[in-house]
């Protein structure tokens, strides 16, 4: 499992713009690179990257071999209501890590 | 119609009375007339005076004049270990006495403004210096604009303590004055900046600090990069000399500091925040202010200049050495200020008799402290390539992991006996 960070304010006012931010653990392995073996080290990299907000999908991305390692992910969004933010790393062999975040709207 | 001379005549007949006595021939009654050549250094730290020094070295007939207003330098290296209360402040000072007796005129006054035209250095007190090199050692300044929050009266509650001096000791007193159970917070800015093994060295003597005194005590890293100098040594020395006392954490893991609280001693990250005893912000940096003044500092802060002459590429005739200068791969270091003033006093030595300069070697080493009595150390060579000062591959390295206590006790000695020497070599 790797390792992520998010964060999202505790609480926000309605119709507030908020700043949110995700962070993942993750090598980005472009598959460009030669081992010491002489053998193309396999591709392994986040494909894409989702963020729900009380289930509806506020933020997604998608990701390349050219992003850096521990991809860092920056967006906002507006308060609406009291929710879970969910977020969703897709790896290329699909596995999926999850991180989530609660918001209290007033 | 001509101005009038803004000269103060006492100031400028002190002036002459002390050039006089330090140059070998004397000159018509203008400042610094001589026979031979002018050079003006801004700047009395350790690039400054290597350089004032190798110059005479190189040749006695060039008139040196060394523009610093403080009576005495504080010496950066080994203060980590004046804050853990291994070390007394006194031993970080040094005075210009040596450099006199060389016949180096050091003039205790700042420089305000220089005209690159008629090349001539302003003095705060109207006096005028004209030189036909001017070398710009101005060291580092901290940027107050970098970290919302932290400005020079934030340094006063969270000191930087990355000038040695009060900011030195007001750190030492507050980690003196901490209860045993505090949370000790370092944050570490990113490249470039002054030393870049000294955060790490300071948050191993610190740990030292905290095991022997305060051994419930913790000591957080928040660090805007994701890996620093000599990193896998320091990560052995905490996890065999300090377990579970020191935490680093990255940039990616939320180490960047984005803003900080001085009255509450709060840092937020881009991921959290933490509440410390005592804080220690080192913010990011750029080259003391008066090469803005002058204008050989560039959109970074930092100086741009030819590798070989170290003559600034943004006004001629006057050099960059030191930490201001963008060294390339060359760290800001005691060490690399004192290589560069050297190549930098033979290149000028060679353009002032009308010769080609050469392309310089330089050698880096910096040893950094682990415990009072162990040390570690990294070592690199450099030379132009590409306009930059370029690593020479191979040459350099770190020292060993694993190695016995021997070792990094030896490398102890090597540090003290370092600092002996390029402090003698500078100023003694």
Same mark, same amino acid.
């Given at each position: 499992?790797?390792?992520?960070?998010?964060?999202?304010?505790?609480?926000?006012?309605?119709?507030?713009?908020?700043?949110?931010?995700?962070?993942?653990?993750?090598?980005?392995?472009?598959?460009?690179?030669?081992?010491?073996?002489?053998?193309?080290?396999?591709?392994?990299?986040?494909?894409?990257?989702?963020?729900?907000?009380?289930?509806?999908?506020?933020?997604?991305?998608?990701?390349?071999?050219?992003?850096?390692?521990?991809?860092?992910?920056?967006?906002?969004?507006?308060?609406?209501?009291?929710?879970?933010?969910?977020?969703?790393?897709?790896?290329?062999?699909?596995?999926?890590?999850?991180?989530?975040?609660?918001?209290?709207?007033? | 119609?001509?101005?009038?001379?803004?000269?103060?005549?006492?100031?400028?007949?002190?002036?002459?009375?002390?050039?006089?006595?330090?140059?070998?021939?004397?000159?018509?009654?203008?400042?610094?007339?001589?026979?031979?050549?002018?050079?003006?250094?801004?700047?009395?730290?350790?690039?400054?005076?290597?350089?004032?020094?190798?110059?005479?070295?190189?040749?006695?007939?060039?008139?040196?004049?060394?523009?610093?207003?403080?009576?005495?330098?504080?010496?950066?290296?080994?203060?980590?270990?004046?804050?853990?209360?291994?070390?007394?402040?006194?031993?970080?000072?040094?005075? *210009?006495? &040596? /450099?006199?007796?060389?016949?180096?005129?050091?003039?205790?006054?700042? +420089?305000?403004? $220089? #005209? %690159?035209?008629? @090349?001539?250095?302003?003095?705060?007190?109207?006096?005028?210096?004209?030189?036909?090199?001017?070398?710009?050692?101005?060291?580092?300044?901290?940027?107050?604009?970098?970290?919302?929050?932290?400005?020079?009266?934030?340094?006063?509650?969270?000191?930087?303590?990355?000038?040695?001096?009060?900011?030195?000791?007001?750190?030492?007193?507050?980690?003196?004055?901490?209860?045993?159970?505090?949370?000790?917070?370092?944050?570490?800015?990113?490249?470039?900046?002054?030393?870049?093994?000294?955060?790490?060295?300071?948050?191993?003597?610190?740990?030292?600090?905290?095991?022997?005194?305060?051994?419930?005590?913790?000591?957080?890293?928040?660090?805007?990069?994701?890996?620093?100098?000599?990193?896998?040594?320091?990560?052995?020395?905490?996890?065999?000399? *300090?377990? &579970? /006392?020191?935490?680093?954490?990255?940039?990616?893991?939320?180490?960047? +500091?984005?803003? $900080? #609280? %001085?009255?509450? @001693?709060?840092?937020?990250?881009?991921?959290?925040?933490?509440?410390?005893?005592?804080?220690?912000?080192?913010?990011?940096?750029?080259?003391?202010?008066?090469?803005?003044?002058?204008?050989?500092?560039?959109?970074?802060?930092?100086?741009?200049?030819?590798?070989?002459?170290?003559?600034?590429?943004?006004?001629?005739?006057?050099?960059?050495?030191?930490?201001?200068?963008?060294?390339?791969?060359?760290?800001?270091?005691?060490?690399?200020?004192?290589?560069?003033?050297?190549?930098?006093?033979?290149?000028?030595?060679?353009?002032?008799?009308?010769?080609?300069?050469?392309?310089?070697?330089?050698?880096?080493?910096?040893?950094?402290?682990?415990?009072?009595?162990?040390?570690?150390?990294?070592?690199?060579?450099?030379?132009?390539?590409?306009?930059?000062?370029?690593?020479?591959?191979?040459?350099?390295?770190?020292?060993?992991?694993?190695?016995?206590?021997?070792?990094?006790?030896?490398?102890?000695?090597?540090?003290?006996?370092?600092?002996?020497?390029?402090?003698?070599?500078?100023?003694?």
């Amino acid at each position: 499992m790797s390792r992520t960070l998010v964060s999202a304010p505790k609480t926000a006012k309605a119709g507030e713009i908020v700043d949110i931010r995700a962070m993942i653990a993750h090598p980005m392995e472009t598959g460009y690179r030669m081992g010491p073996n002489g053998q193309a080290i396999p591709r392994k990299i986040i494909r894409h990257f989702a963020c729900d907000y009380d289930g509806e999908e506020v933020f997604s991305a998608e990701f390349h071999p050219a992003m850096s390692a521990n991809p860092f992910v920056a967006f906002s969004t507006v308060a609406t209501k009291s929710g879970m933010l969910t977020f969703r790393w897709t790896d290329d062999d699909g596995k999926i890590e999850t991180a989530s975040a609660e918001i209290a709207v007033s | 119609m001509r101005l009038p001379s803004r000269l103060p005549p006492l100031s400028r007949r002190s002036l002459l009375r002390g050039l006089a006595a330090g140059a070998a021939a004397l000159g018509a009654p203008t400042v610094l007339a001589q026979s031979g050549p002018r050079v003006v250094v801004v700047g009395g730290g350790f690039a400054g005076a290597s350089f004032a020094r190798a110059l005479k070295r190189e040749d006695r007939a060039i008139s040196v004049a060394l523009v610093e207003p403080s009576e005495h330098y504080t010496a950066c290296p080994m203060s980590n270990a004046v804050i853990a209360g291994l070390r007394d402040i006194g031993a970080q000072h040094f005075g *210009y006495g &040596g /450099l006199e007796d060389d016949g180096i005129v050091h003039v205790p006054q700042r +420089v305000v403004r $220089v #005209d %690159a035209g008629q @090349r001539r250095a302003v003095l705060a007190d109207d006096v005028m210096l004209d030189y036909d090199r001017l070398v710009v050692a101005p060291g580092i300044d901290m940027r107050f604009d970098a970290i919302p929050g932290y400005d020079a009266a934030a340094a006063e509650l969270m000191p930087h303590a990355w000038k040695a001096g009060e900011q030195t000791l007001l750190l030492r007193r507050q980690l003196e004055a901490m209860e045993d159970g505090g949370l000790v917070v370092i944050s570490a800015p990113p490249n470039p900046f002054r030393c870049p093994p000294g955060p790490y060295e300071r948050a191993s003597l610190i740990a030292h600090f905290l095991k022997t005194r305060k051994p419930r005590s913790k000591l957080i890293i928040l660090d805007a990069k994701d890996n620093f100098s000599k990193q896998k040594l320091f990560e052995q020395a905490w996890a065999e000399l *300090y377990p &579970g /006392l020191v935490e680093w954490v990255s940039l990616s893991f939320g180490g960047k +500091v984005t803003q $900080v #609280d %001085a009255p509450a @001693r709060t840092l937020t990250t881009e991921f959290g925040s933490h509440k410390a005893a005592v804080a220690n912000v080192i913010p990011p940096q750029k080259a003391g202010a008066i090469a803005a003044t002058i204008g050989v500092a560039d959109q970074t802060g930092w100086c741009p200049i030819d590798p070989a002459t170290f003559e600034s590429r943004l006004v001629p005739n006057v050099h960059v050495i030191g930490d201001a200068a963008i060294g390339g791969a060359m760290p800001k270091s005691a060490f690399t200020a004192n290589a560069q003033a050297k190549a930098c006093a033979t290149a000028i030595a060679r353009l002032l008799r009308g010769q080609e300069p050469e392309s310089p070697k330089l050698i880096n080493t910096c040893y950094s402290l682990i415990a009072p009595d162990q040390a570690v150390s990294i070592a690199g060579v450099y030379q132009p390539a590409n306009g930059l000062l370029s690593e020479v591959q191979g040459a350099g390295g770190t020292s060993p992991l694993d190695a016995p206590r021997s070792v990094r006790e030896e490398e102890a000695l090597y540090a003290r006996d370092w600092f002996e020497t390029i402090t003698q070599e500078a100023f003694g």
